[in-house]
């Protein structure tokens, strides 16, 4: 921005920040149930319509989140239309 008169002159900027809008996570299947022999590998895939930034998904397993180990991988890929 610049301001000026028969004097002279000052300039100042700022830096401008847009937050994207956020919407609600929304699935755009069902999982389904599965049934596997113990120590058999499982995939279970599930997509959302555009998640917004900042969307975080957490996979459970008897009510405890999952996370990465020797046995499970967890991972996400998030798509942009």
Known sequence: MTAQNSAGQDSKSADLKVNPAYAVPKFKSDLRDKNVDEGEPVRFDVALEGPSTG????????????SN?????VNLTFWQK
Do not use: A, R
């Open 69 to 73: 180990s020797e046995n499970i991988q």
């Open 55 to 66: 969307t975080e998904v957490t996979w459970y397993l008897n009510g405890k989140p999952l």
